[in-house]
């Protein structure tokens, strides 16, 4: 049996510990604000707050996606969406007694371009009205290159935007029907270039593997014109195939979908291509050149992942806004409402929208850190005293299989994942997770980990 079929399981992508689905919900709105507060206090003082805005909004459905989107070609619903997202601003503000200091904001959605820029700077500049800006903050927002305009790049610049991600996945137009989404290289080499002529120092693309009826020689294509145009990083990820969860992936069947060996041909085609154009791997799916930021906090020790995946910059309180957006205290974590409408009425009637939260443990806090440095840093370490601890000594003990062959290596007290381990990143940290191990039902909460 090969490592790719043997380590084939359903897993987390571990953009948080405990994962969403694991929460234990043992937080209500007043215990909240109190972590939030402390949050704040240390995140002011420290290195700022990041904030995270949710824009759900798309005018047609991406088949492939598993985004929280609400799909429509109505315009109006923009005003009474973003009058929404400065009410829970507001009501954020009212658990400190000082001015936030902002280190980022990321603008994810759906399609963030979605909205007019008009009614953008409309809820940009609201935001920063509240705020001192961190001298160097970092802005970033996703956007579609189809409806992404030049007025966008200027308006979101002059606010401070400096980096764009595009949503590019496949070039080919047999996976774009498929995934129903379509933008040509000529229409993403036009919008990348207005967005450095605007001046956007870092812009990302979004690429992903494993999709309906991709193959290794369109794959081939579109990296080849994405290194032709070469972005400053790039998200590689494998598509995460839950029809079960997500019916609009229910348009292609799983006969559609590169099996296992498949997927895993499309990811070395990719990561051999990527690093032979230049770009450095980052952890377990990103890659940037030597210039950008990301590369700079690999080499620095200060990655970071976090709900929109790999960043350089950690943050004390990752405060979200927005239908289905979570937040992250540091020593808890809460989610808004997920439908836009309940969200909405919710926040209009002057209540925070806390729809699920989980408040963490000294376990919690434990495995949290060590899956952190796993993802982020490809090794982690452990003290004598933490042997103590029954469940940590189960965590490793789950180990065995993926040392036997040699994905990691374990030495004093240290765990460093090996090269050929890097693939399997996931599966390695699903021994550090308690909450897996201990569920009865799972198979169809994740995607496949190859």
């Given amino acids: 049996m090969s490592l790719v079929s043997k380590y084939n399981k359903a897993a987390p992508r571990y953009t948080s510990y405990p994962t969403v689905p694991f929460w234990e919900n043992n937080l209500n709105v007043d215990q909240w604000k109190e972590h939030l507060k402390k949050a704040f206090v240390l995140a002011n003082q420290a290195d700022g707050i990041s904030l995270y805005i949710h824009l759900p909004y798309c005018e047609s459905l991406c088949t492939y996606c598993a985004c929280n989107t609400r799909i429509t070609v109505n315009h109006k619903v923009e005003e009474p969406y973003i009058d929404a997202v400065l009410k829970e601003w507001k009501l954020n503000l009212t658990c400190i007694n000082e001015r936030p200091r902002i280190k980022t904001i990321h603008l994810g959605g ?3 371009t979605f909205f007019s820029p008009e009614n953008l700077h409309y809820l940009i500049s609201s935001i920063l009205a509240d705020c001192n800006l961190l001298a160097h903050h970092d802005f970033s927002f996703e956007a579609h290159p189809a409806n992404t305009t030049e007025e966008h790049l200027k308006v979101l610049n002059a606010l401070g935007f400096n980096r764009i991600s595009f949503g590019i996945q496949d070039f080919d137009p047999i996976v774009q029907e498929a995934i129903n989404r379509y933008q040509s290289v000529e229409e993403v080499e036009t919008i990348v270039n207005a967005a450095r002529k605007n001046g956007y120092t870092s812009i990302n693309f979004d690429l992903v593997y494993g999709l309906p009826f991709q193959k290794k020689e369109g794959l081939k294509k579109t990296l080849e014109a994405v290194i032709q145009l070469k972005p400053d990083r790039i998200a590689f990820y494998s598509y995460a195939h839950v029809p079960w969860i997500k019916p609009g992936q229910r348009k292609f069947t799983d006969l559609d979908v590169p099996k296992e060996n498949e997927k895993a041909e499309l990811a070395r085609l990719g990561n051999a291509m990527l690093s032979q154009a230049g770009y450095h791997t ?26 929109m995946g790999y960043t ?6 990752l405060l979200a806004l927005g239908v289905s957006s979570i937040s992250d205290a540091g020593s808890a974590f809460a989610q808004n ?33 060590h899956i952190l440095d796993i993802m982020c840093h490809m090794k982690t370490s452990w003290t004598p005293s933490e042997l103590e601890n029954n469940q940590f000594v189960e965590a490793l003990d789950r180990l065995s299989d993926l040392e036997e062959d040699h994905l990691v290596i374990i030495k004093d007290n240290t765990l460093q994942v090996t090269v050929a381990g890097r693939p399997f990143l996931r599966n390695i940290c699903l021994c550090f997770d308690v909450y897996f191990h201990r569920a009865q039902l799972r198979e169809n909460v994740f995607s496949s980990t190859t």
């Fill in 110 to 112: 759906g399609t963030p």
């Fill in 282 to 307: 980052i952890a377990m799916d990103h890659f940037a050149l030597t210039h950008d930021a990301l590369y700079q906090a690999l080499i620095e020790n200060r990655l970071h992942r976090n709900f």
């Fill in 312 to 317: 350089e910059h950690p943050a004390h309180l």
């Fill in 337 to 369: 409402i997920k439908t836009v409408e309940p969200y909405i009425a919710c926040i209009n009637e002057g209540n925070w929208p806390l729809q699920k939260g989980h408040v963490l443990d000294g376990n919690d806090v434990l495995f949290r850190r």
